[in-house]
């Protein structure tokens, strides 16, 4: 039915509805002075209106008390009048946040391009016109759903208590152990922050931009400024959580000089905490990226996924997960800002999600947010000042842009294989296949000007995606023996590196709590897949790859090995395997005396106690084997010995990115 058609009397059954229901109805005045039945209904009820007595039909309600009736009509226009207020009120709110142009190419706002000349037919032109309003009216619409969620962490209707408040209920919620009292540390000189600032730029912020280089100097100056009136909380905040977390990321143990100068400083950036953790606010967002990232290397005092869940919550509050439309009025600056913020966020919910194996704080789906961030041609000369000098303070966002391709990638298979339901696929690896061949091209994509220690990083990354893609999950319940050899060689490359780089003090990307998380989880898929499938994986034989589709990916190339000269398949795969173990609670040892948490290495020893006294049994049998082989003059190599010359066997096969795409 068009709308044009309703007339009153379509209309008046739903202002008028039958009384059928069991309830009190209040009867008018007239009806209930003359003691006589009222049906109640409106404007006037039928006895009112038989006895020509409409106009003085009133009845009291909730808001009017008897005796000081309002009629029908005057109850409608002060509804009117509310709504009409209302109206106001969000066409006042509006421009504050919608419409964003985009980056380079303007496109003119849809009253603008109303503006054009007349038609030659009128009916033609009051079509598209109509077409236009309508567009523009969708458009209005859905820019208003980013005010739906506002008041989820803005004030109520009675506002907080003294005692509680939107800061207060934001840290009771995501601390653990209380910090101790006392320790607030005092703002050290300038150029002794300037090393932990240049610290902080070079290794998290290159990772994690959340806020832009010139404004965060600008809050320096301000912090160290004679007149302490210029710097407000957020100066301080974000000057002190830089300090701070550039002081634990250097900590090598749990309550060293460095560890107890991260909780002063992050001390002092709480003294400020209501000022900055306010609801409806990017700084606020930002406070909580940054908390999260000082959680992450502390979990003892901070919960990180409580932080970067309140972020997300924050985040989407403010409609910073989609670009608002195109044609309202907003600086550049402002949109890189929102921008460069949700990104960062997104890159910490999905972290935090796979190594904790819950539900994204927020889906893809839902996202329109264009990344702020491009890959500079390498042609071109870094930044100069005038003088010729290079810009200390601006920072390449390449590495950023590689991480969040990498955080989009892994979101994706993340929610195909674990969150999007729990029936098994009939041919899983067609996805699987196409999944890692997404992942090896982008590595092999990343930025040229990636230095040694964030291209280990990154290989970090990509070989635990790998393990954690090809492991059993609720749509691949099982794996094929292909997909096991992969983790097998997987589990023993990451190992390797990882022990390698938290030895190595050239490394200088900060190594996590999320980092001893995936390590642990790494070593409980490498004993899952030698429990099931010891035989097949010692003896070192390639299984067939499981059958496809034609137009597949190629499956991943397996690991070239290089096996020592002398020795055997059953052997060397043996060594390999109590090395990796080994090495794996090498790397639990060091993270548990970083971080205070042993029993992570106690348990998984105890877990692969079993494993490493079969692993044990076998290889004295090959060396029992091998030793009467032997002419008498050849000594046989211990067990001992044999594990540790592992160690240059285990570095000598190539790593995934130096593989071809083709199958092995």
């Not at 421009?95 to 190419?105: A, L, Q, W």
């Not at 910490?348 to 994204?360: H, N």
């Not at 990882?498 to 200088?508: E, K, P, Q, S, V």
């Not at 299984?543 to 034609?550: F, N, Q, S």
Request: hydrophobic share 35%; proline share 7%; glycine share 4%.
């Amino acid at each position: 039915m068009n709308i044009d058609e309703i007339d009153a009397a379509t209309l008046m059954p739903l202002e008028t509805p039958p009384l059928k229901v069991s309830r009190p109805v209040a009867a008018c005045s007239r009806c209930r002075n003359a003691k006589i039945k009222c049906d109640g209904k409106l404007p006037a009820c039928s006895s009112c209106e038989k006895n020509g007595r409409a106009a003085e039909c009133t009845s009291t309600n909730d808001q009017f008390a008897r005796g000081k009736e309002r009629s029908y009509v005057s109850t409608l226009e002060t509804r009117i009048d509310k709504l009409q207020a209302r109206l106001e009120e969000a066409k006042a709110r509006k421009p504050s946040v919608v419409s964003i142009p985009d980056d380079e190419t303007a496109v003119p706002s849809r009253r603008q391009s109303c503006n054009v000349p007349a038609l030659e037919h009128s009916s033609a032109g009051g079509s598209r016109a109509q077409r236009r309003k309508e567009a523009s009216a969708i458009d209005d619409l859905v820019s208003d759903f980013g005010f739906l969620s506002v008041n989820a962490t803005a004030r109520d209707f009675y506002g907080f208590t003294s005692a509680m408040s939107y800061a207060r209920l934001i840290l009771s919620a995501c601390s653990k152990d209380p910090l101790p009292s006392g320790t607030t540390k005092e703002l050290p000189p300038r150029y002794a922050a300037a090393s932990l600032i240049q610290h902080y730029l070079n290794n998290v912020f290159t990772l994690v931009p959340v806020f832009e280089e010139a404004s965060f100097y600008g809050s320096v100056d301000n912090t160290y400024a004679q007149d302490t009136r210029k710097a407000d909380p957020f100066d301080h905040w974000i000057v002190r959580m830089v300090l701070a977390i550039a002081s634990v990321s250097m900590s090598g143990q749990r309550g060293d000089q460095h560890y107890l100068e991260g909780i002063g400083h992050v001390c002092a950036a709480l003294s400020h905490a209501e000022g900055v953790l306010n609801p409806g606010s990017i700084s606020s967002v930002q406070a909580l990226v940054m908390l999260t990232e000082y959680a992450m290397l502390d979990p003892h005092h901070f919960d990180s996924w409580s932080l970067i869940g309140a972020a997300s919550r924050a985040m989407v509050d403010l409609g910073l997960h989609t670009d608002p439309p195109k044609g309202t009025p907003m600086t550049k600056g402002k949109l890189d800002l929102r921008r460069r913020v949700f990104w960062c966020v997104y890159v910490l919910d999905r972290s935090t999600s796979l190594v904790q194996t819950r539900a994204f704080s927020f889906n893809d789906d839902s996202v329109r947010v264009k990344i702020p961030f491009t890959k500079a041609p390498a042609v071109l000369p870094a930044a100069t000042n005038k003088s010729g000098l290079q810009k200390p303070w601006v920072q390449s966002h390449e590495q950023a842009l590689d991480l969040i391709h990498l955080r989009q990638i892994q979101s994706g298979w993340y929610t195909d294989l674990f969150q999007s339901g729990r029936t098994a696929w009939d041919e899983p690896y067609h996805y699987l296949w196409q999944t890692c061949e997404a992942m090896r091209k982008w590595f092999e994509n990343i930025s040229v000007t990636t230095n040694p220690s964030m291209r280990a990083f990154f290989e970090l990354e990509l070989l635990y995606s790998y393990i954690y893609v090809l492991s059993p999950s609720p749509r691949v319940p099982a794996i094929s023996p292909f997909a096991a050899k992969l983790i097998f060689e997987y589990c023993i490359r990451y190992a390797d590196l990882m022990l390698r780089l938290i030895d190595d003090a050239n490394y200088t990307p900060p190594l996590t709590f999320y980092d001893a998380m995936r390590v642990y989880m790494t070593g409980r898929q490498f004993l899952d897949v030698l429990q099931h499938n010891t035989d097949p994986l010692l003896n070192g034989h390639i299984p067939p790859h499981p059958d496809v589709k034609p137009t597949t990916a190629p499956p991943p190339a397996m690991p070239v090995v290089n096996l020592p000269p002398g020795d055997t398949l059953q052997r060397f795969n043996t060594v390999r395997s109590i090395h990796c173990i080994k090495q794996i609670s090498e790397c639990l040892a060091k993270f548990g005396m970083r971080w205070g948490y042993m029993s992570w290495n106690q348990r998984y020893q105890s877990e692969t106690a079993s494993m490493l006294e079969t692993l044990h049994l076998r290889l004295r049998e090959f060396d029992g084997i091998a030793a009467a082989r032997r002419p008498s003059m050849w000594h046989a190599s211990s067990s001992a010995s044999s594990v540790t010359s592992s160690s240059a066997a285990s570095q000598a096969y190539r790593s995934p990115q130096s593989l071809n795409s083709g199958s092995a």
